[in-house]
């Protein structure tokens, strides 16, 4: 069975600009009785009616507003955010059991708050905030744990670290990252506050400085010299195989010079690869 278009119901499933009315239509679907889930349920996962997939998913869309709900202290639009949930949502219908004995909406839960998860943690800053299980599971309780907008003090940082099971280091490493925000390279032409701040305007271009330059130039020559004072001591073989595989303008492949030289290409990709071990230890001895 697919979560595509199959499952969604024509004309609610995907929240638009008018999100209160969204919610009505969804407040206006049945709450579904044991039985009928069940049956539902059961016609779903033994017969693959995906009629019956599409009555489920309407009959918890307003479970899913009501989660999404829970995080907009995150600053991202509801809309989006009951989006995802209902992502989440077809992904459980997708797979629930009936003969587990339990309630859809007990075993929707985890779908609806990983999909949500997801997309928080790509959207709610450029750079990724949490990246690993316990990252994450540090940064939505973390929020909650926080009662005030002041830093967390010593007694308040190591209660929270051991509620959550983690070092008070990842408790303040991840307070800092909550604390920080996104600010862009370039001034805000509608913002007039951001033009004093905006990195564009305070940041020193140093590509024109004269030492800096003169820098750069050094360091170019430096490098040419050492590889030709490198290149100098290989084989004459060993030199060439180099010369013509990158320094050249036509750069041979290994199948020609393993033509030229009488040898397989796996040998002359050996001997180019001792060549280039040699060249950058002598380069880096200089």
Not at 203 to 230: F, H, I, K, M, Q
Not at 269 to 282: D, F, H, P, T
């Given at each position: 069975?697919?979560?595509?278009?199959?499952?969604?119901?024509?004309?609610?499933?995907?929240?638009?600009?008018?999100?209160?009315?969204?919610?009505?239509?969804v407040s206006a679907?049945?709450?579904?009785?044991?039985?009928?889930?069940?049956?539902?349920?059961?016609?779903?996962?033994?017969?693959?009616?995906?009629?019956?997939?599409?009555?489920?998913?309407?009959?918890?869309?307003?479970?899913?507003?009501?989660?999404?709900?829970?995080?907009n202290g995150y600053?991202?639009?509801?809309?989006?955010?009951?989006?995802?949930?209902?992502?989440?949502?077809?992904?459980?219908?997708?797979?629930?059991?009936?003969?587990?004995?339990?309630?859809?909406?007990?075993?929707?839960?985890?779908?609806?708050?990983?999909?949500?998860?997801?997309?928080?943690?790509?959207?709610?800053?450029?750079?990724?905030?949490?990246?690993?299980?316990?990252?994450?599971?540090?940064?939505?309780?973390?929020?909650?744990?926080?009662?005030?907008?002041?830093?967390?003090?010593?007694?308040?940082?190591?209660?929270?670290?051991?509620?959550?099971?983690?070092?008070?280091?990842?408790?303040?490493?991840?307070?800092?990252?909550?604390?920080?925000?996104?600010?862009?390279?370039?001034?805000?032409?509608?913002?007039?506050?951001?033009?004093?701040?905006?990195?564009?305007?305070?940041?020193?271009?140093?590509?024109?400085?004269?030492?800096?330059?003169?820098?750069?130039?050094?360091?170019?020559?430096?490098?040419?010299?050492?590889?030709?004072?490198?290149?100098?001591?290989?084989?004459?073989?060993?030199?060439?195989?180099?010369?013509?595989?990158?320094?050249?303008?036509?750069?041979?492949?290994?199948?020609?010079?393993?033509?030229?030289?009488?040898?397989s290409a796996e040998?002359?990709?050996?001997?180019?690869?001792?060549?280039?071990?040699?060249?950058?230890?002598?380069?880096?001895?200089?």
């Amino acid at each position: 069975m697919s979560t595509s278009t199959s499952l969604q119901p024509i004309g609610v499933v995907a929240p638009g600009a008018n999100l209160n009315a969204y919610v009505q239509a969804v407040s206006a679907f049945s709450i579904l009785t044991v039985e009928e889930e069940q049956k539902l349920a059961n016609d779903l996962y033994f017969n693959g009616n995906l009629d019956a997939a599409r009555k489920l998913v309407m009959a918890h869309l307003r479970f899913v507003v009501h989660i999404a709900r829970s995080y907009n202290g995150y600053g991202l639009p509801l809309g989006d955010l009951v989006q995802e949930g209902n992502v989440g949502l077809m992904k459980a219908v997708k797979r629930f059991n009936p003969e587990k004995g339990v309630r859809l909406v007990s075993f929707a839960v985890h779908w609806i708050k990983a999909e949500i998860h997801e997309f928080i943690l790509k959207n709610w800053r450029i750079v990724k905030i949490a990246t690993t299980k316990a990252q994450r599971k540090l940064f939505f309780n973390l929020r909650g744990a926080k009662k005030r907008l002041a830093w967390l003090s010593n007694d308040e940082a190591h209660a929270v670290a051991q509620d959550l099971g983690v070092d008070v280091k990842q408790v303040r490493e991840m307070e800092g990252r909550l604390a920080s925000y996104d600010a862009g390279f370039d001034a805000d032409e509608d913002d007039e506050e951001s033009a004093y701040v905006a990195p564009a305007h305070y940041l020193e271009d140093n590509r024109y400085d004269p030492a800096v330059r003169l820098e750069e130039s050094n360091w170019e020559e430096t490098n040419v010299n050492g590889l030709e004072l490198a290149m100098q001591k290989l084989d004459d073989r060993s030199r060439a195989i180099l010369q013509r595989r990158w320094l050249n303008d036509d750069k041979a492949t290994l199948h020609d010079l393993a033509d030229e030289y009488g040898v397989s290409a796996e040998r002359i990709r050996q001997l180019e690869k001792n060549a280039m071990n040699k060249v950058k230890a002598m380069m880096m001895e200089a």
